[in-house]
């Protein structure tokens, strides 16, 4: 894989996706199915009753993790195919039954980083799946081992091809899918020919390396801080933890508009008294405390804030922003009505009547009921794990629920508050970020050394071992003969590339078409002009000269042009003898100079003779080499890549 892959590796091409987010799917091996696979997801209550089962299983499996985990934006949570098909999701997925979900991260990647694991994790738990991932980079997982990647897979060629299973990543080979292939036939493969999937070890270890802390590090991604907040901002976060969330995402993001609510507070303190302003102890994430802690905020006019020399003014400006945020993410979503319309059971319902599950029965039936009693009981075990992602949705409503019953100031008070964490990972986040540039740096060098070693291997094997023995028979015309096939070689987007091989193949290219296409257009021909086709250069200079229609003066300018380049010639000629120019090319035929001539002897000829281009660049590229004595240098590395290696000069002071 060429070095220009890495910089823009596997791309996703759907530019429409959703930024800072993740996507994923998991394909259940039932799914593929002989007997499965014709029907329609939304008519086989079947396959709607294993992805429910399913659906809960990963679920409950995961909750060990996920529980009191702050998420930034919003939970971890799955979605069946035959309930709610995937918008983000490639179109032919929709036509295999899976579970599927997305999670918004925002500024905190540990959160996707953190869904990877959980998604190795349920592959370890549930050897029978295949799960894709991605985000608006594309194939993630493959740039963060792009230096360990097979040389053919790149943005185009990785198209169904990345699947985790059964706790490893798996590759479907070019080899034996030399097009794209389809979702269902990689599916298919990967399922049976796990072994032959896998990716390589150093690819397996690059990823791995980067979940390899959690789930220790998702805990230590969580920090606990001391505020100071009015008891209302208490009382919901006391219900709720995970609204914290919420209220960072209302204060970052705030506007002119959401301000003015900041400034009445009239939802959370709404008396302006310091008699409602209670200490208590925040969880939240590394990401939301650092968007607290770093943002200047003057406190809304009347809000009690203590003087700065008290010990608890930190505390108290910190718990200011997430009250100001709590009031402007409340109001802005109760202004503009952004409850939707929650996870009630009768949206519930809506949706299974929607999406076919009781399709062609009647209410009432003995079939219908048993679907229905299946329905409800799923519903009411999923909604334990959807309970934090409806909150999330809907947090006005729920919100006011809390606001609703009684509390005091008093429920606060002679609590134990545990300490606060440290925050020098805040300020001290330099030595963390040389780590990880180091890192990077040492898994680049490892690349390039082992492309050298490569490079070399394949050198040795086109040359041949450099000796004092094969000084006499090397041919310095092949120095010539390699440039020449260098300036010929084709370049792409990517840049040029040395041959490879010494008898690489012509470009498949008509030259003499292309050039004559190339002047047609930058040169019209008579009949063009007689057209009344212009070249671009006469238009620009319209207003200066005045062309015949007819085209009676085109020989007559032709012939002017040609007069006038030769006395050019002549000219620049003249000019360039009384230089050193001439005197530091080498002529073939020119006979050597002898020292009582010295190095300033006038030529007899009137012009300059012909130069042999390749007896000079030979000339210059054994200087350069013979100067190295040795060492790496450019005439060294050039000749290297052209898979060329020049012996030692043994005789240089001789």
């Excluded at 329905?375 to 409806?390: F, G, V």
Aim: hydrophobic share 30%; proline share 6%; with cysteine.
């Amino acid at each position: 894989m060429s070095e220009a892959n890495t910089s823009s590796i596997f791309h996703q091409k759907n530019s429409r996706l959703p930024e800072d987010t993740v996507f994923f799917s998991i394909f259940p091996d039932f799914s593929l199915s002989a007997d499965i696979k014709p029907q329609t997801p939304k008519t086989n209550p079947l396959i709607f009753s294993q992805l429910q089962s399913l659906h809960l299983q990963i679920l409950q499996s995961l909750s060990s993790y996920t529980t009191n985990y702050i998420w930034q934006h919003e939970p971890f949570t799955l979605s069946s195919s035959t309930q709610s098909p995937c918008a983000t999701c490639p179109p032919s997925s929709n036509h295999i039954p899976h579970l599927h979900g997305k999670l918004r991260y925002g500024d905190n990647l540990e959160d996707e980083w953190f869904v990877v694991f959980l998604l190795f994790e349920t592959s370890r738990k549930f050897p029978n799946l295949s799960i894709c991932v991605w985000d608006t980079d594309g194939e993630f997982l493959l740039i963060e081992a792009a230096f360990h990647l097979p040389k053919w897979l790149n943005p185009e060629t990785s198209t169904n091809r990345i699947f985790i299973r059964g706790g490893d990543l798996h590759i479907v080979p070019k080899s034996h899918f030399p097009s794209v292939p389809t979702l269902f036939d990689s599916l298919s493969y990967v399922l049976t020919h796990e072994e032959q999937t896998k990716a390589p070890s150093s690819v397996q270890l690059a990823i791995k390396n980067r979940i390899g802390d959690y789930p220790d590090r998702a805990v230590k991604n969580m920090h606990r801080v001391t505020v100071r907040v009015p008891v209302s901002v208490a009382k919901i976060l006391k219900h709720e933890p995970c609204l914290i969330s919420l209220a960072v995402e209302g204060f970052y993001d705030r506007d002119i508009d959401s301000m003015k609510y900041a400034a009445r507070m009239e939802r959370f303190l709404p008396n302006k008294s310091s008699e409602e302003i209670v200490e208590v102890s925040v969880v939240m994430s590394r990401a939301m405390y650092a968007q607290l802690m770093q943002q200047t905020f003057q406190a809304p006019k009347g809000y009690p804030m203590p003087p700065r020399s008290d010990g608890g003014y930190t505390a108290a400006e910190l718990g200011m922003k997430i009250a100001c945020g709590f009031e402007m993410i409340y109001q802005m979503k109760k202004r503009n009505g952004l409850e939707g319309k929650g996870g009630t059971w009768e949206v519930y319902k809506e949706s299974l009547e929607k999406n076919g599950y009781f399709d062609g029965l009647l209410p009432g039936s003995k079939e219908y009921k048993r679907l229905m009693e299946n329905a409800q009981e799923y519903y009411q075990k999923s909604s334990l794990h959807h309970r934090e992602s409806e909150i999330l949705s809907a947090p006005v409503r729920r919100i006011d629920d809390i606001l609703s019953q009684p509390f005091s100031v008093d429920e606060f008070k002679g609590q134990e508050i545990p300490p606060s964490d440290d925050d020098s990972w805040l300020y001290n986040g330099e030595d963390e970020l040389n780590a990880a540039l180091s890192e990077r740096q040492q898994e680049m060098e490892y690349y390039n050394t082992n492309r050298k070693k490569n490079s070399k291997s394949k050198e040795q094997e086109d040359v041949g071992p450099s000796s004092s023995s094969n000084v006499d028979n090397y041919d310095l015309g092949d120095i010539a003969k390699s440039m020449q096939e260098f300036i010929d070689k084709m370049s792409s987007f990517e840049g040029a590339e040395v041959p490879s091989d010494r008898n690489s193949k012509d470009v498949d290219i008509d030259v003499e078409r292309f050039m004559k296409e190339i002047e047609s257009v930058m040169k019209p021909t008579k009949a063009a002009r007689a057209d009344g086709d212009y070249d671009v250069d006469e238009d620009l200079s319209s207003d200066m000269d005045i062309d015949d229609p007819d085209g009676s003066d085109t020989k007559e300018d032709e012939d002017e042009q040609t007069d006038f380049m030769e006395s050019y010639s002549d000219a620049l000629t003249k000019e360039l003898k009384s230089t050193t120019l001439d005197k530091s090319f080498v002529r073939a035929n020119d006979p050597p100079v002898k020292k009582d001539e010295g190095a300033s002897g006038e030529m007899d000829d009137d012009e300059f003779t012909l130069v042999d281009v390749d007896l000079n660049l030979v000339k210059s590229f054994l200087g350069s080499f013979s100067s190295q004595e040795g060492l790496p240098g450019p005439a060294s590395n050039l000749l290297g890549l052209m898979g060329l290696q020049l012996p030692q000069d043994d005789n240089k002071d001789k």
